[in-house]
Structures are given as C-alpha cells and as structure tokens.
C-alpha cells in the first residue's frame, strides 16, 4: 500500500535516465505514535457508565396527608438501620401497650434476606417463573414488565417500612434499598425514625457495663 | 560440495496492516468515549446489584462526600452558564461574562456563592485544592442547595437528578437533602451505585 510501483516505460535514451527512489515508508514511528493516542484514550475514558438505583418518594403533600398512617399495620414489616451497621426488625406494631419483638438481624443473605424471602414467598416464585419463562422467550418484553409490575403487587406482598437512624451511613440505605430489589419487593417507603423507635432499639442493646 | 544458498531476505516488515489497525481503534476509542469528568472529591460509592444504566443526558449530579459536603454539577455548559446567572441574581449577586464562562468549564463547584467570586478568580490549579472544595451549605438556615436545585429545574425541565454518595456518609446528610429534594417537589431521583453480583438462593 505504502509502496508504489514506479515503472519507467522503457522510453529509450531521450532523457537522462532518473535513479529510482522507492517510495516506500517506514510507518514504525507512525504505528508507535497510533498505539500511544490508544493508550491515552484507553486510560482517559469511563466506558462503563456507573449503575442507578431509581427511586421515587412521595410528594410533600401527600405526606402532609399521613401517608404512614394508610400502611396497615398489622400487615408492614418494619426495619430499623441502626447505627454501628447493625439492622432490626418488627412485625405489626405496638398492640394494646405490648410492643412487637425487635428482632436483630444482618445485611448478610443469611440475615435479613432468608426473613423477606420467606415472607414474599408468593410474589418469589412468580417472578422467578417469570424470568424463566422470559429466559425462554415465553413472554414479550412488554408482557414481562407488566406482569412483573402486577406481581409486586400482589395484596398477600408485605410492605415494607424502612426507618433509619441518624447515625446509619448512605451504604445501609442502599444496602436494604438493594434488598428490596431482590426480594422483589414493590411496596415500600422510607420513613423518619421515630423516638419509639429508638426506644425500642435501646431496649434491645445490652446495656454498656 | 558447494553450499546450499540460503536466500537473503529482507528484515523489515511492512508496518502499513499494523498502522491500519491502531488507527482503526483509535478511531473507535475516540469516537466511543466520553472522558472521565473531573471531581472535586473522591467518593467511594457503595454497590448495588441495580442495572439500570444511568442517562447520558441532562443529568444534575448531587456529589455528597463523607462529611456531609454537598456539591452540585451540570452536565453541559450552556445550563451551568444560565443556573450561575439566575443564582447570582437570586443572592444579589452579578457575575460578568468571563467568570460565567470560567465557572462553565467546571464539572461540578461546592463554593457558598458568596465565596464564588473569589473562587473563579483562582487559577484552574489552584481550584483543585482542598481548601476550595468547601460544598455548598446545605442546611435549613442558610440552604443553598435548594436554590442551586431550584434554579436547575427551571433552566433545564428534562434534567434528571443523581445523588452520588459516599458509602460512609451518615444517614443524616442525606435525609437533610432528600428533605431539600422533596420540599422542591423533586420526587424521583437516582441513586448511583456500582454493579455487585449477587445471588437471590
């Protein structure tokens, strides 16, 4: 490609006869700088976008109208992030002065993750068929989102109160947000601890001696 | 017994298959990327197994550093220019031209904005420090965020809003912006995170 055939037609003697340079180029310092701009792009670039978690709250004046007071409670599962990374949680709420047990838990699979499975077991397994069926192209990305949409919320899923705590760092947020994400859970909100709450947190450390 | 002659072949190699190739990436890298945009801080965010790839346009970025420093970023110049006029005007304060368009090359600023003009004075090197990076106040006496947030919604309808915190910023940081948020009727917004693998057995 670099190099051109210069060919003289053999016209004889008219001209003196020009030397032949050949016109080929030595492209290595071409290549080389090629390969460093590669490498400068390479380094200087994000290809990968970073991930999104959305979420929606309500607005202002929904708040104002009590919305908390709408989540059944006998039916919301409560947790608590407290702080030193530790996580509570409590079924129902205070009935007749008897406060429910605080239960401690962990952001471990084994932990809080075993609880809101077995709780969600119902919309679990609809959507883990689901995702099978899709797997199969069984169902059309259109049907796929909107059943999955009417599965989360099924009325048998719980609905989920997540309160925390002033000294709980941005991870355990995300962390429990994340879990609501596996455990396929639809119904949930994020709510201001309250000082029952708290209350009901200290109850359950062990005094310091 | 005369020898077998070995025929003398040339050494160099033709460099022009090679050359094309690393043009070719370059070209792809090129056309393919979009730089790194530059911080004020560094911020470890936590992981998520969330998939959603965030947009690549129209973005607020709501930058939250492990004290609770907020800082706050457009994503093109045209809307930075408009939100640092309208921001000004609302505390009074003029900036001219230039220091519009100086302010228009940084990717996200956490200076008071009565502290903006001394800042985009500075030379570029000297913005990197860490005495600049201040954040904005964000608190209920003196809440700026809201304004800087405000006035961005009102340059730019179709922005989206990302919060990009740090994993160890306490909790009460983030509920005091997401109160911000909500008093401003900004329901939606995204929580960047990296991917994590996770297993739902």
């Known amino acids: 490609m670099a190099e ?50 959305e979420i929606s709250v309500p607005s202002k004046d929904k708040v104002e109208e009590d919305e908390q007071n709408k989540v059944k409670a006998s ?96 991870k355990n947020l995300v962390d429990v947000l994340d879990e609501m994400n596996i455990c396929n859970i639809g119904r949930y909100a994020i709510v201001d601890i309250t000082p029952y709450d708290l209350g009901l947190i200290d109850k359950k450390t062990p005094p310091a001696k | 017994m005369p020898k077998v002659k070995v025929p003398r072949k040339s050494t160099t190699v033709d460099m022009t298959a090679m050359c094309d190739v690393a043009f070719l990436l370059l070209t792809f890298f090129m056309l393919t990327s979009n730089f790194v945009a530059k911080e004020p801080i560094v911020v470890a965010i936590p992981s998520s197994v969330s998939e959603f790839k965030i947009p690549e346009r129209d973005i607020a970025t709501v930058l939250i550093d492990k004290d609770g420093k907020v800082f706050f970023g457009l994503d093109t110049q045209q809307d930075r220019k408009e939100v640092l006029d309208n921001v000004g005007k609302a505390y009074s304060i003029a900036f001219s031209e230039k220091e519009l368009i100086e302010f228009s090359k940084i990717g996200s600023s956490g200076v008071p904005i009565e502290k903006m003009k001394a800042f985009l004075a500075l030379k570029p090197e000297a913005r990197d420090s860490k ?37 160890e910023t306490p909790y009460k940081v983030i509920k005091s912006v997401m109160t911000t948020l909500q008093d401003i009727n900004e329901n939606r917004y995204n929580l960047i995170t990296s991917l994590k693998e996770v297993s739902t057995k």
């Open chain 2, 131 to 167: 005495d600049a990076a201040i954040g904005i106040p964000a608190d209920s006496l003196n809440n700026q965020f809201r304004v800087w947030m405000k006035t961005a919604r009102q340059v730019n309808r179709n922005l989206r809003l990302a919060i990009k915190a740090d994993s």
């Open chain 1, 75 to 170: 039916q919301a599962i409560t947790v608590l992030i407290g702080k030193e990374n530790k996580l509570y949680y409590y079924f129902g709420a205070q009935e007749n002065g008897v406060d429910p047990e605080l239960i401690l838990t962990d952001y471990s699979s084994e932990g809080i993750r075993k609880m809101l499975v077995s709780k969600n077991a119902e919309v679990m397994n609809n959507v883990n068929q689901l995702k099978l069926d899709k797997a199969n192209r069984k169902v059309s990305d259109e049907e796929y989102r909107q059943k999955l949409t009417d599965y989360k919320a099924a009325k048998s899923a719980p609905t989920i109160v997540i309160k925390a705590a002033d000294e709980s760092n941005y």
């Open chain 1, 4 to 53: 051109m055939q210069v060919e003289d037609k053999g016209k004889k003697g008219k001209k003196p006869k020009q030397k032949k340079h050949a016109t080929r180029v030595d492209l290595t310092p071409m290549v080389d700088l090629g390969f460093l701009l590669i490498t400068f792009f390479m380094l200087t670039t994000s290809m990968l976008k970073p991930q999104t978690m």
